[in-house]
């Protein structure tokens, strides 16, 4: 198993950058694809972007492509979300998640991931 710890969430204003960290517990880090997501009010949880257990490979959704990196410390067991540009569309919280160990795609459907942390609050203002 693994426990997420999301952190770095807060207020800012439209065009600002924010980086999300996500520490995990665990020894078998490397073993999980990861992603975020987001959820804001009245809407369904949504991806945002993901990577492989390696760091190699990384997926993300149209609306964030060119504004948002993923990244990945496997030594600090600590997965990022640098955001910038960021819109007042981008508000939500943000959730990290990890899926069962040894898979190969990285997903974008939040029902592949098994674990999920707690979440972290992105409010963008106009």
Known sequence: QVQLVESGGGLLQAGGSLRLSCAASGRT?????????????????????????????????????????ISRDNAKNTVYLQMNSLKPEDTAVYYCAANSPGYYIIYDTPTEYNYWGQGTQVTVSS
């Open 29 to 69: 880090f490397n073993s999980y694809n990861l992603g975020w997501f987001r959820q804001a009010p009245g809407k369904e949880r949504e991806f945002v972007a993901g990577i492989s257990k390696s760091g190699t490979r990384t997926s993300y959704a149209d609306s964030v492509k060119g504004r948002f990196t």
